[in-house]
């Protein structure tokens, strides 16, 4: 580790609940140059993917303490074994995003529980968690945290998409960086597709199959959140109470379900786009980019060219720009952008969790 180069491991768990993340990557501060170095994502067992699920929607932390304990033991464990697999050197420190029960911004309030200490003391390796509470602090959303990555690692794209449990948007506007949540994404489609028994429809190949309900089409798109202007932030629970609930309670085929929250979808995304920026080159990443039918509906549906990177990139843009934010963290450079989330001022975020001596 230098003034001008670390290696992080970044790590984050997505509202998904695919698994964790894991990425570690060296960082340089010259030209903003970054390689992944490895990663991987690590499914949740059973019984702590259901724990997380009980749990989402929870603001009281007192009540999580336990749930966030057993996730930082799983992480220190799966970090561990992450390591040795690949015959990687420890990583100068580990940024940890932690897994997000509830976030109501304007409310003062966001909880991303994995207890960065517990981790540290796991790994015997500094730890920087609980990112979002000093935006927050400064009256900002908390959200999105990737922007920061997309500014500085991918400068020759006009806007940056994500779409993970929720699909989100970065993009330059009059010399400035904005950017905003959109809509519900991949959590829609994985709670329709857990009714056939399966964790997530494949190339949305079940969507392909039904046609889309007009009438249930018009209920997803009616939210009042979609008049809100950007600074915007989701809410995990907003998603499930607002939408998944819509969907699963609708009588619909489930087919027919699916291509409908498949249409929502890329109809909210496209129009985000647009509304913001006209025929721009878009990097696209997240699970929702390895979905055939939303990645061709948002192409046809929007006015700009999409395109997708390697891999590597769409799997784990989130887990290096967790790295990202812990290097200026620990740089002490700010590592929110007060034009995305609307804080009064830049701040750098994250607590540093040393190892216990003992």
Not at 28 to 35: A, G, K
Not at 171 to 187: P, V
Not at 237 to 242: D, E, L, S
Not at 282 to 297: F, K, P, Q, S
Request: some cysteine.
């Amino acid at each position: 580790m230098t003034n001008n180069k670390v290696r992080v491991l970044g790590s984050m768990s997505g509202s998904s609940l695919d698994g964790l993340d894991i990425a570690v990557c060296t960082i340089t501060r010259t030209d903003w140059l970054y390689s992944i170095d490895a990663a991987e994502t690590i499914p949740f067992p059973a019984p702590l993917r259901q724990l997380l699920k009980t749990y989402s929607g929870s603001t009281d932390r007192n009540d999580t303490l336990e749930v966030s304990a057993q996730l930082a033991a799983f992480m220190g464990a799966e970090i561990q074994a992450f390591l040795s697999r690949h015959q990687l050197d420890n990583p100068d420190l580990i940024a940890s995003h932690g897994h997000t029960l509830s976030h109501h911004p304007e409310a003062g309030h966001t909880l991303q529980i994995g207890n960065g200490q517990i981790l540290a003391d796991l790994t015997g390796l500094p730890v920087i968690w609980d990112f979002r509470m000093a935006d927050i602090a400064a009256g900002g959303q908390g959200a999105p945290l990737v922007p920061i990555c997309d500014e500085l690692l991918f400068p020759q794209y006009q806007l940056c998409l994500n779409i993970g449990g929720i699909a989100n948007v970065s993009m330059e506007l009059d010399g400035r960086r904005i950017g905003f949540d959109i809509c519900g994404a991949n959590q829609l489609l994985n709670a329709l597709a857990e009714e056939a028994g399966r964790e997530f429809d494949e190339r949305g190949s079940m969507a392909a199959s039904g046609r889309v309900a007009e009438s249930l089409l018009h209920q997803l798109n009616a939210d009042d959140f979609f008049c809100l202007p950007p600074p915007r932030s989701l809410d995990n629970a907003y998603v499930q109470q607002n939408w998944v609930r819509v969907l699963k309670a609708d009588d619909h085929s489930l087919p027919d379900r699916l291509r409908t929250a498949t249409e929502h979808i890329a109809l909210q995304i496209a129009q985000a786009m647009d509304l913001h920026q006209k025929n721009g080159r878009v990097l696209l990443t997240g699970g929702g980019a390895y979905n055939d039918l939303l990645t061709e509906r948002i192409r046809a549906l929007s006015r700009h060219h999409v395109s997708l990177p390697d891999d590597h990139i769409i799997r784990y843009k989130e887990a290096l720009a967790m790295a990202l934010m812990g290097a200026l963290r620990w740089w002490e450079m700010p590592n929110f952008l007060p034009s995305v989330t609307g804080a009064r001022s830049a701040v750098s975020g994250g607590v540093i969790s040393y190892p216990t001596e003992q």
